[in-house]
Structure formats: structure tokens, C-alpha cells
């Protein structure tokens, strides 16, 4: 649909120019920002993946494509692939709790909405390694949760829950579930209630009304909270530590291990750089499809 | 209405929180009326709307389409479509698809489907545009498409709130037009709710003027301009001379300007308001045995223009309109004599709360032009053909429709 001009002529590329340079200051800083925090890092990582490890760390300047060959090992794709599944089952939760959260929370009057919002964020205030351990000290098998299944007579011996996966799925969720409310809850606010009423007007039941309006207008929220769980989630190392007890080995292990325990720089860099580079895949598709669902498919 | 009405609106009652938004409202709409809802930004005249609609429950009240009680209706099952004021088209589906929703929420055939929205977009002219997004349209064609999404189902009752508010001045003439030719072709019953009182006086057959929640007056535009029931009526339908004074006999005795002859069914003594409409008031340098006064301003319009004479005794300028332009001038001395006028109870207790001072610059000029324009035809249903200045062709929908009054009482 838009089409630029395909030859600018000299006068539009020079006033273009001009107006570039009238951005610049405005741009700088961010732009000085990303170079050096983000550019330079990521192309010193993608500049390890291509040589040989250090003996203590660090490199030696020999070419070698092994630390990509490594990739391919079963183990290293079946930690890859454990933390996708992780990280999506993660997502998949956080989505089914969260809709329903956000969507209460855009219905309540704005004084109860604050408070909520407040209560949803709250847990970020609080540091992070402490709300992990109190998982620790709620899942154990002396735990909370063991002593209160015992209490009622569910279990007689105290169940495992500790340093599994399913723990560490747990954990996930209750440190990302807000990234996944705010998001929902501000398309679904956003809404022009009108609509709503405009489907109901036309004889929609509420259910439909909510599936055929509702719904789709509030994917590209889903969306970006479904990114915004999916992405930490999936590099997360602490949880898969602590709560995992190091069994489960998620990327986000595998590249501290990498850089720390084995001294394997090279292979650790190439590892993050995938890692990377999957998450800019899942954020590029993310952002085509809210594009499709808000301006329609492409048209010629 | 000696038929049976098509919608029946009994002591229609609602309440928000402390404030009474309606109160006790009650009116019949014939079978293929054009009706209006007419009345300034918090009269009520939404509340009612969406009860028919039923977005809003009254506190009190039946309303009934064709004997059909609908307050223990829910939304979805009342056979009453609405335009919305938004137009609320949804942005996720193509023109096609927002036409169709109501058929499909319906659940009628896939092929039925097909031919009515094709139909109906012959019907709105917007057949070429089937496959594009609401964000890709015009003002005018997004408000074409809702029309048709909204009179698909062939509702008894189509409600339109504020349907030209959010357009242009130009497309809101043909827009205007094409209403009352698609009101005539698939003959509908229509009610609109508008602030705008050339909207309402343009198309509708009958208006209903609301204010503060309470009807006003129920009558044809013609009765509305030549017979107000009210000071409110006087003062927002078309532009008005309102002089208060007390009622005599004949006519209304206004404070420094003495007796002026009015007709009217007040008892003499109560408080009153003369009502003169510009077009009545006659300005020359001849004209004698009425008042003086002096030319403060003149705004020529084209068809006619509007002179503004400050006259001793009398707080604001009065307005006159003549046909053609005038060759008064300000600062030039002249007789002022009134023609034919009414009179409209006044409540003394209550300060004048419409239009004590007016910006004379722009608004006079605007129903000045309408009512010359038609002082000859019907009343004063004309369109605003010039110098609109109502605050909807600002692009401001809610904004109060300024008093189009000009007040001279003490």
C-alpha cells in the first residue's frame, strides 16, 4: 500500500538530510545507548563464537566453526529444546490465568482497578532472590504446602515438588504473570466499550460479543504479554537453580555454566548468541501478527 | 397520533446516583416518523436513547416497540438497531464483514448473508469499498457503513445518537440528505438524538426538545420556531429577541422599552418573555413610532444580513435580518419596530440561563442566514447552507450547542 517514491530527487534527499540532522540531537543518546550496551556486546559475542577457548577463559585467536558444530550435540539441543518447552508451557499458563485477571480488572471501577493494578505489581517491589526462596520454603517436603496436604489427609508422606520441573514451571509463572496481565489488561481497557455494545446492539449474545469483538481486539495484548513471559522466561537461569536445583538445565544455566564452571567462552558466546537470536525470531513474528490483526492483511 | 404508535415511551424515569436524568418522560413515535431527540449535552436525551436500547435500565417506566415490552429485554434480543455516535465499527473486520454481523449473529444462511449486505450496500453506495478496513475509510464512508450495518436487519426502530456530529460541514449537507432519502426508500421509523438544532430541524418530522431532563416541547419543527412552549425552546430553536418582561392582554411589558404586542395564552400579570425572531424585527432610518437605536454592527451573509441595534433601556442588542445586504452602517441612528411575536411564561425566580451575553461575532450570523433563508418557506427548516458555526462542525459532538438567543432581559 505505501509505496516510496522510487528515485527522490536531489532537493527531497537533501531536505530528508536536513531533517535527519534536526533529529540528531534527540536520537544521540539513545542511539550512543544501544551502540554500547547492546551493538558492541552482542558483535564481541558473535566475534567469540568463532574461536578456540582459552585454557582459564578468555580466547585464543584461532579460527574454528566447532563451537557451532557443538550445537548440534544431543545435549545441547535437548537443553534448547526443554527450555522452549518450558518457557511456552509457561507462557500457555500465564495466558490462561492472566486473561481472565486482566479482564476483571478492566471492568472494575477505576478506584478498585488501582488497587488491583497495585496488588498485581506489588511482588516486583520485593527482591527477587527472597520471593524465590520463599517458593523454596513453601514447596519443600517439610514445606507449607507438604504440611498442609498431610493436615488434610491427602497425602500421608510428603510429595516431592521441589527441584522438578513442574516447581520451576511454578516459579516461572509467579514471577512473570504480571508481564503478562499488564499488557492484556491495557488492550482490553483500551476498548472502546461502544464496540461491545454495538455487537450486542446487532443481536449478539455476550459470549458472542466477547469472542467475535473482544477477543480479537485484545490479541495483540495477548501478544505482547505471551513475548513478554515468553522471552525472560525462556533465559531465566536463577529459577531453574534454586527451584530446579540445577537438574533441569535451561539456556539460561547452560550459558552461566558455560562462562563460569567451564570456562568455555566460545561455546557459552555462541550459546547466548542462539539464544538471541531465537528470541528476535518469536518478537519479529509477534510483531507481523499484531500488524495483521489491527490494519488487516496486506494489500496491493 | 391517532394510529397505534410504533414506539411508546410512558414515565420514563432514570436516575444516576442523585442526579434524575429523566424525568418521567413519556412519548409516542408514529410508524415511519422521522423523530429527533433534540436538546443541549446532559438533557437526557442519550439516557433515553440507550434505555430503548437498552444499554441503561430506567428506574421507572414501560417502553414498548409495537406492544412489545422491552425493559425485560436484554440488549441483544430488541428489535431496535443503533447508529452509534462513534459509529463503533469494528476495526478488525473489513466493511463486508461489520455489515454482515447482525445476520450472523442471527445465524441466517451464509447465501442470504450475501445478497442482503450486497443489497444494502447498493442502498449506501458502498459497493466498491466491500473488502477495506474501517481505518481505511473517509468520515462520511465509516458513517455510511455503520447505516447499513444498522439497518440490515430491517429493525422497527432505528436509533441514530448524533448520527452527523463527527462529519464535515460539507459532507453533513449530503449526508443529511441521503438520511431522509434512505428513511423515504426503506421506510423506517428513525429517531435521532442531536444537540444540534438545524440537524433536527432539517430532517426530523416531529422533535421532541429536552432540557435538564424534562420535555420541553413536542411538536413539528414549524410549531417549534413559530410557537415555543418555553423560554428554552425560544432560546435554542433559531435565533431570538428574548425580552422579559410581565403579561398583559395583549402582549408583554418590558422594562425600559414599554409594551410589546405579543400573542399568547399567559394571564396578564405573570411573568412572561417576549419571543421576536430577527426576520420580525424591521430596522430602517425611516421606520418610525417604534423604538431608536444605533447600528452597532452588520454582518452581511450573501442572502441576507444581520443587523445589530443597541437600543436605551435594553441590555444586549437586538437582532434583525433583512434580505440582501443592508446599506445601515454602524453608528447610524434608526427606528426599530417589531412584527409578529410570542410570548412564553418566564420563571421569575430563576436568573435567565440562556444567553445573557452572546458572542455576537459568529452564532447570530449562522441562524440568521437560516432563518432568512426560509422565513418565507416552511419555518425554518432550512439547511445550513452558510457560515455554520455550531459547535459540531468544530468537531466537538458533546459541546453544548451555544444559546442561540439573543437575550435582552434585565
Known amino acids: 500500500m505505501t509505496t516510496t517514491t522510487p528515485q527522490a530527487t536531489p532537493a527531497v534527499r537533501a531536505q530528508r538530510a536536513r531533517r535527519g540532522l534536526a533529529a540528531a540531537p534527540f536520537l544521540a543518546p539513545g542511539v550512543f545507548f544501544l551502540i554500547v550496551f547492546m551493538a558492541i556486546p552482542v558483535g564481541l559475542l558473535a566475534f567469540y563464537t568463532f574461536f578456540k577457548r582459552g585454557r582459564f577463559g578468555g580466547l585464543v585467536f584461532e579460527f574454528t566453526l566447532d563451537n557451532w558444530a557443538k550445537l548440534a550435540e544431543p545435549l545441547y539441543v535437548g537443553v534448547i529444546l526443554q527450555s522452549v518447552g518450558?518457557?511456552?508451557i509457561v507462557t500457555v499458563l500465564a495466558?490462561?490465568?492472566?486473561?481472565?485477571?486482566?479482564?476483571?480488572?478492566?471492568?472494575?471501577?477505576?478506584?478498585?482497578?488501582?488497587?488491583?493494578?497495585?496488588?498485581?505489581?506489588?511482588?516486583?517491589?520485593?527482591?527477587?532472590?527472597?520471593?524465590?526462596?520463599?517458593?523454596?520454603?513453601?514447596?519443600?517436603?517439610?514445606?507449607?504446602?507438604?504440611?498442609?496436604?498431610?493436615?488434610?489427609?491427602?497425602?500421608?508422606?510428603?510429595?516431592?515438588?521441589?527441584?522438578?520441573?513442574?516447581?520451576?514451571?511454578?516459579?516461572?509463572?509467579?514471577?512473570?504473570?504480571?508481564?503478562?496481565?499488564?499488557?492484556?489488561?491495557?488492550?482490553?481497557?483500551?476498548?472502546?466499550p461502544s464496540l461491545r455494545e454495538a455487537a450486542t446492539n446487532l443481536g449478539a449474545s455476550p459470549w458472542r460479543a466477547f469472542r467475535t469483538v473482544t477477543l480479537p481486539l485484545s490479541l495483540p495484548g495477548a501478544l505482547t504479554g505471551c513475548i513478554f513471559v515468553f522471552v525472560p522466561a525462556m533465559s531465566n537461569f536463577v529459577i531453574p537453580e534454586l527451584i530446579g536445583g540445577g537438574?533441569?538445565?535451561?539456556?539460561?544455566?547452560?550459558?552461566?555454566?558455560?562462562?563460569y564452571e567451564a570456562r568455555d567462552w566460545p561455546f557459552g558466546a555462541t550459546l547466548a548468541l542462539v539464544l538471541t537470536m531465537l528470541l528476535v525470531v518469536v518478537i519479529v513474528i509477534q510483531a507481523a501478527v499484531s500488524r495483521r490483526i489491527t490494519e488487516g492483511p496486506r494489500r496491493g | 397520533m391517532t394510529a397505534e404508535p410504533l414506539l411508546r415511551v410512558d414515565g420514563v424515569r432514570a436516575v444516576y446516583g442523585d442526579t434524575v436524568a429523566l424525568h418521567?418522560?413519556?412519548?409516542?413515535?408514529?410508524?415511519?416518523?422521522?423523530?429527533?431527540?433534540?436538546?443541549?449535552?446532559?438533557?437526557?436525551?442519550?439516557?433515553?436513547?440507550?434505555?430503548?436500547?437498552?444499554?441503561?435500565?430506567?428506574?421507572?417506566?414501560?417502553?414498548?416497540?409495537d406492544g412489545l415490552d422491552l425493559l425485560p429485554l436484554p440488549a441483544h434480543k430488541r428489535p431496535v438497531n443503533m447508529m452509534f455516535q462513534s459509529y463503533a465499527l469494528f476495526p478488525h473486520l473489513s466493511v463486508e464483514k461489520n455489515i454482515a454481523y447482525g445476520l450472523e449473529a442471527e445465524g441466517v444462511g451464509r447465501a442470504e448473508i450475501r445478497t442482503r449486505v450486497g443489497e444494502v450496500m447498493e442502498v449506501v453506495r458502498l459497493g466498491h469499498l466491500a473488502k477495506r478496513r474501517p481505518s481505511q475509510l473517509s468520515g462520511g464512508q465509516r458513517q455510511r457503513v455503520a447505516l447499513a450495518r444498522a439497518i440490515i436487519k430491517r429493525p422497527k426502530l432505528l436509533l441514530l445518537d448524533e448520527p452527523l456530529s463527527a462529519l464535515d460541514r460539507q459532507v453533513r449537507a449530503s449526508m443529511q440528505l441521503e438520511l431522509k432519502r434512505l428513511q423515504h426508500e426503506v421506510g423506517l421509523?428513525?429517531?435521532v438524538v442531536t444537540h444540534d438544532q438545524e440537524e433536527a430541524m432539517s430532517m426530523a418530522d416531529?422533535?421532541?426538545?429536552?432540557?435538564?431532563?424534562?420535555?420541553?416541547?413536542?411538536?413539528s419543527p414549524q410549531e417549534l420556531y413559530a410557537e415555543p412552549a418555553s423560554r428554552f425552546v425560544a432560546a435554542f430553536i433559531g435565533t431570538a429577541n428574548l425580552l422579559d418582561g410581565e403579561a398583559t392582554v395583549d402582549g408583554v411589558t418590558v422594562p425600559g422599552i414599554g409594551p410589546v404586542p405579543a400573542s399568547h395564552a399567559l394571564a396578564a400579570g405573570s411573568p412572561a418573555?417576549?419571543?421576536?425572531?430577527?426576520?420580525?424585527?424591521?430596522?430602517?432610518?425611516?421606520?418610525?413610532?417604534?423604538?431608536?437605536?444605533?447600528?452597532?454592527?452588520?454582518?452581511?451573509?450573501?442572502?441576507?444580513?444581520?443587523?445589530?441595534?443597541?437600543?436605551?433601556?435594553?441590555?444586549?442588542?437586538?437582532?434583525?435580518?433583512?434580505?440582501?445586504?443592508?446599506?445601515?452602517?454602524?453608528?447610524?441612528?434608526?427606528?426599530?419596530?417589531?412584527?409578529?411575536?410570542?410570548?412564553?411564561?418566564?420563571?421569575?425566580?430563576?436568573?435567565?440561563?440562556?444567553?445573557?451575553t452572546i458572542p455576537t461575532t459568529a452564532i447570530p450570523v449562522t441562524d440568521a442566514a437560516t432563518a432568512a433563508d426560509t422565513d418565507e418557506a416552511a419555518g425554518a427548516a432550512g439547511t445550513a447552507a452558510t457560515g455554520d458555526a455550531s459547535p459540531a462542525a468544530t468537531g466537538a459532538p458533546e459541546a453544548s450547542a451555544p444559546p442561540r438567543a439573543q437575550d435582552v432581559s434585565a
Open chain 1, 86 to 88: 518450558l518457557a511456552f
Open chain 1, 95 to 192: 495466558l490462561l490465568l492472566g486473561y481472565p485477571m486482566a479482564y476483571a480488572i478492566a471492568g472494575l471501577s477505576p478506584k478498585w482497578r488501582t488497587v488491583a493494578l497495585i496488588a498485581v505489581v506489588l511482588p516486583f517491589w520485593t527482591n527477587f532472590l527472597i520471593r524465590t526462596y520463599a517458593w523454596i520454603l513453601l514447596l519443600n517436603n517439610a514445606g507449607f504446602v507438604n504440611q498442609w496436604l498431610q493436615a488434610i489427609g491427602i497425602t500421608d508422606e510428603p510429595i516431592s515438588m521441589l527441584y522438578t520441573p513442574q516447581a520451576i514451571v511454578v516459579g516461572l509463572l509467579y514471577m512473570y504473570l504480571p508481564l503478562m496481565v499488564l499488557p492484556l489488561y491495557a488492550s482490553l481497557q483500551q476498548l472502546d
Open chain 1, 247 to 259: 537438574k533441569t538445565v535451561m539456556v539460561g544455566n547452560l550459558v552461566r555454566d558455560q562462562f
Open chain 2, 24 to 65: 418521567d418522560i413519556s412519548l409516542d413515535i408514529a410508524h415511519n416518523e422521522f423523530f429527533a431527540l433534540l436538546g443541549p449535552s446532559g438533557c437526557g436525551k442519550t439516557t433515553l436513547l440507550r434505555s430503548i436500547a437498552g444499554f441503561e435500565t430506567p428506574a421507572a417506566g414501560r417502553i414498548t416497540v
Open chain 2, 189 to 191: 421509523t428513525f429517531v
Open chain 2, 206 to 219: 416531529r422533535i421532541a426538545v429536552l432540557n435538564e431532563g424534562r420535555l420541553e416541547q413536542l411538536a
Open chain 2, 273 to 356: 418573555t417576549a419571543v421576536v425572531r430577527p426576520e420580525d424585527v424591521t430596522v430602517g432610518t425611516e421606520v418610525s413610532g417604534g423604538l431608536r437605536g444605533t447600528v452597532v454592527d452588520t454582518y452581511f451573509l450573501g442572502g441576507a444580513s444581520t443587523i445589530s441595534v443597541e437600543v436605551p433601556g435594553l441590555p444586549a442588542p437586538l437582532l434583525a435580518s433583512v434580505h440582501g445586504a443592508t446599506r445601515l452602517a454602524r453608528g447610524a441612528e434608526v427606528g426599530v419596530t417589531f412584527g409578529r411575536a410570542t410570548a412564553v411564561p418566564r420563571d421569575p425566580s430563576q436568573p435567565p440561563s440562556y444567553g445573557t
